[in-house]
């Protein structure tokens, strides 16, 4: 299947670069493989601008399923079609998966080593760090305007904050983001 | 039929039913897992799931990885592949059709107002886990402090992750986390 023609489709996108790209981001992604979506996607390849990747971050986000899992099959489908879909698929999930199943084998052992122990508490600590910083990056990089920004901490506040359920959230900050930005459109 | 047959049979149709129900990522659906593997299945105790979710966690790749170490738990690798399918197979194909019908939109008006209002909630969204993990990993004021050093390396330079998590193990080595 052809990639779709909305936009453009960088040069530098074939079926391996893809799934390299993909591979890169689902084996380096510790304690969460948001931050390196947007370092391989938007710095290092500069596949996507920052207002793209955090639109399709938001697409993923309301789609069942997880985001960055969601973000391999529509990137992948967007570029190479059904193949690329599969092959992001494969390097962002499955190749982890049977990295992760090695670790299995041998986490019980380890697990309770006070050095061990040390050592993921602290890049546990950096690694949600990492997030927070992307989501500063992600602002920076869109510059929003104030009722943006506005959202996005309302949203931040219900979920991170108040512990509000996602599905409540979404159900009201959709709505009233579509109607305002409806309206800014006319 | 073979029994192992059936398991991952039984597998794949309990967490395929799930798929699609996880918005906001499969760690909005944990208590729904945990229901299905340890009190109605009796695949696993309550600490062995809590064991391969922060094995999850620490692993690289997405955090959704715990449904395949649940799948191995219960049936080896095998296991593990059928759950990691069944549970990303429906809502991937969902992401596929739904990115297929949004640039079916080309650059309609529709397709702007989606993706503008998008944007921030996701932003919002990104922040607010962010929060919600550093809320369990700082348990001390270094540990914080770790987190702010992350945050900012990641906002104000372009250094490369690796090596502020390899910085931040180092330093949880020396008794700072």
Same mark, same amino acid.
């Given at each position: 299947?052809?990639?779709?023609?909305?936009?453009?489709?960088?040069?530098?996108?074939?079926?391996?670069?893809?799934?390299?790209?993909?591979?890169?981001?689902?084996?380096?992604?510790?304690?969460?493989?948001?931050?390196?979506?947007?370092?391989?996607?938007?710095?290092?390849?500069?596949?996507?601008?920052?207002?793209?990747?955090?639109?399709?971050?938001?697409?993923?986000?309301?789609?069942?399923?997880?985001?960055?899992?969601?973000?391999?099959?529509?990137?992948?489908?967007?570029?190479?079609?059904?193949?690329?879909?599969?092959?992001?698929?494969? !390097?962002? *999930?499955?190749? #982890?998966?049977?990295? %992760? @199943?090695?670790? =299995?084998?041998?986490? &019980?052992?380890?697990?309770?080593?006070?050095?061990?122990?040390?050592?993921?508490?602290?890049?546990?600590?950096?690694?949600?760090?990492?997030?927070?910083?992307?989501?500063?990056?992600?602002?920076?990089?869109?510059?929003?305007?104030?009722?943006?920004?506005?959202?996005?901490?309302?949203?931040?506040?219900?979920? !991170?904050? *108040?512990?509000? #359920?996602?599905?409540? %959230? @979404?159900?009201? =900050?959709?709505?009233? &983001?579509?109607?305002?930005?409806?309206?800014?459109?006319? | 039929?073979?029994?192992?047959?059936?398991?991952?049979?039984?597998?794949?149709?309990?967490?395929?039913?799930?798929?699609?129900?996880?918005?906001?990522?499969?760690?909005?659906?944990?208590?729904?897992?945990?229901?299905?593997?340890?009190?109605?299945?009796?695949?696993?105790?309550?600490?062995?799931?809590?064991?391969?979710?922060?094995?999850?966690?620490?692993?690289?790749?997405?955090?959704?990885?715990?449904?395949?170490?649940?799948?191995?738990?219960?049936?080896?690798?095998?296991?593990?592949?059928?759950?990691?399918?069944?549970?990303?197979?429906?809502?991937?194909?969902?992401?596929?059709?739904?990115?297929?019908?949004?640039?079916?939109?080309?650059?309609?008006?529709?397709?702007?107002?989606?993706?503008?209002?998008?944007?921030?909630?996701?932003?919002?969204?990104?922040?607010?886990?962010?929060?919600?993990?550093?809320?369990?990993?700082?348990?001390?004021?270094?540990?914080?402090?770790?987190?702010?050093?992350?945050?900012?390396?990641?906002?104000?330079?372009?250094?490369?992750?690796?090596?502020?998590?390899?910085?931040?193990?180092?330093?949880?080595?020396?008794?700072?986390?």
């Amino acid at each position: 299947m052809a990639p779709h023609e909305t936009g453009k489709l960088p040069h530098s996108i074939t079926r391996a670069t893809l799934f390299v790209a993909f591979l890169k981001i689902g084996l380096l992604g510790f304690g969460g493989v948001l931050p390196w979506a947007r370092r391989v996607l938007v710095e290092e390849r500069a596949w996507l601008t920052d207002r793209e990747f955090a639109e399709m971050i938001g697409i993923c986000q309301v789609l069942p399923g997880p985001n960055v899992v969601n973000l391999a099959v529509m990137l992948g489908a967007r570029w190479q079609g059904v193949s690329g879909s599969l092959l992001a698929l494969t !390097g962002i *999930l499955f190749v #982890p998966v049977m990295a %992760v @199943l090695i670790l =299995a084998t041998f986490y &019980a052992s380890v697990a309770h080593v006070p050095v061990v122990r040390s050592a993921i508490a602290g890049a546990s600590a950096a690694a949600a760090g990492l997030i927070i910083g992307t989501a500063i990056r992600l602002i920076a990089g869109l510059r929003p305007p104030l009722r943006s920004l506005l959202l996005a901490a309302a949203v931040f506040i219900a979920v !991170g904050v *108040l512990q509000a #359920p996602l599905l409540w %959230v @979404l159900a009201v =900050a959709l709505p009233a &983001a579509i109607a305002v930005e409806w309206r800014m459109q006319r | 039929m073979n029994t192992s047959f059936d398991l991952l049979f039984e597998i794949g149709w309990r967490f395929a039913s799930l798929s699609l129900l996880a918005i906001g990522g499969i760690n909005a659906l944990l208590p729904e897992f945990h229901r299905v593997v340890v009190d109605i299945e009796g695949w696993m105790t309550s600490a062995e799931f809590a064991d391969l979710f922060a094995l999850a966690q620490l692993a690289p790749g997405p955090n959704a990885m715990v449904v395949s170490l649940l799948g191995w738990k219960v049936a080896g690798i095998s296991g593990a592949f059928v759950a990691t399918i069944a549970a990303c197979g429906p809502s991937s194909l969902v992401s596929y059709f739904a990115i297929r019908a949004l640039e079916g939109m080309r650059n309609g008006t529709l397709r702007v107002v989606l993706q503008r209002a998008l944007a921030p909630v996701a932003i919002g969204l990104v922040l607010a886990s962010g929060y919600t993990l550093a809320k369990a990993a700082d348990r001390s004021t270094g540990a914080l402090a770790l987190t702010l050093c992350g945050a900012a390396a990641i906002a104000a330079t372009r250094v490369n992750p690796i090596w502020i998590l390899a910085a931040a193990a180092l330093a949880g080595v020396a008794g700072i986390a």
